[in-house]
């Protein structure tokens, strides 16, 4: 009867002990402050993952998240970053490391953003301040095998979705960018001067609202500099106020007279370096002009984005007088 007795005595602790595991399984831990992130390198293992959440303030204990584990049995811990914001139970933790749902910040780059909207983007998103991005961006060496005459990273910080981590450096944010530009311009298979063409990408995106468009504005360019004609591309000129750290969001005659490098309304030939960074249509389009004898260009007044191309210069005036008149109207 004794041994009965022990063994009856023992399924009762065995069931407590089990039921609290339970309960402590399903209850709502959060031994942090603010937001915390832990990171799984590929690789580590289900012992590794309870120590770090343990030690984290993520779970109460190593056992807790070892016990709520086995309610996910045959299923793979993802490697990552995670971040908990929240208290979870320990069951929560565990489904959340099996579905992989790791904490990344996304980073939209459109086409023809400078470095300037960049760090603005980033810095907004919380990832690092945008002067960092600046600083790194405005060195060239990580491109200049490439483009040995790249004043800075402009151009080549790639247009792109990013997902990017809590450890992303402004420097490893560049040489991913840039990495997909090379992806992409070894893609095209060309021998061009990739300096001049992403310089005249440039341009064109800036120009080009209309993918339609681009190669008649890359033409444009390209015959106003076989004339030797000043460009006048307005976005240069906002540039150039740009790196002076001295545009308010309106050209003025100042800006005009500039004397900048990258002011095309007072140098002939192409800005010393890309004003944006342009996307595949436009670096295709600088490769492959339109056939054209069109020197000017103005925008339509109908929003739709497009432009009048005009090959003499009172065709041109003809053109931006019916544009002013629409606008009037």
């Known amino acids: 009867m004794r041994g009965w007795r022990r063994f009856g005595v023992l399924l009762v602790v065995l069931a407590l002990l089990g039921g609290y595991a339970i309960w402590r399984s399903r209850t709502p831990y959060r031994g942090f402050s603010g937001d915390i992130y832990v990171e799984f390198p590929r690789g580590t293992g289900t012992e590794s993952i309870a120590d770090m959440l343990a030690a984290a303030g993520v779970v109460r204990s190593r056992w807790d998240f070892l016990i709520a584990r086995l309610l996910y049995r045959g299923k793979v811990l993802q490697a990552g970053e995670y ?89 490893r944010l560049c040489r991913i960018m840039t990495g997909r530009f090379r992806k992409a311009w070894e893609g095209i298979h060309t021998s061009a001067n990739v ?49 002076e750290d001295r545009y308010r969001g309106t050209i003025y005659r100042s800006d005009l007279d500039n004397g900048h490098p990258y002011n095309t309304y007072r140098h002939t030939g192409l800005p010393p370096g890309p004003i944006a960074n342009p996307g595949l249509a436009s670096i295709r389009a600088a490769l492959a002009p339109a056939d054209s004898d069109s020197l000017y260009f103005v925008a339509r007044a109908d929003g739709s984005g497009g432009h009048e191309f005009s090959s003499n210069i009172a065709a041109h005036e003809n053109a931006v007088s019916r544009y002013h008149r629409a606008l009037r109207k």
Not at 206 to 230: T, Y
Not at 232 to 239: F, K, L, R
């Open 83 to 171: 971040r908990f914001q929240r208290a979870a139970t320990a069951a929560e933790v565990v489904g959340r490391i099996v579905r992989g749902d790791v904490f990344y910040y996304e980073l939209v780059v459109p086409e023809g953003r400078n470095m300037f909207d960049i760090a603005a983007a980033v810095e907004e998103l919380g990832i690092f301040k945008g002067t960092a991005f600046l600083a790194a961006a405005r060195n060239p060496a990580m491109i200049r095998d490439l483009d040995p005459a790249a004043p800075t990273l402009e151009g080549y910080l790639f247009p792109d979705t990013y997902r990017l981590n809590s450890h992303t450096t402004p420097e």
């Open 195 to 243: 300096h001049d063409t992403t310089t005249l990408a440039s341009l064109v995106e800036k120009e080009g609202k209309l993918a339609e468009e681009r190669p008649l504005i890359a033409s444009v360019f390209l015959n106003r500099m076989r004339r030797n004609m000043k460009l006048d591309c307005d976005p240069t000129t906002i540039y150039a106020a740009l790196l």
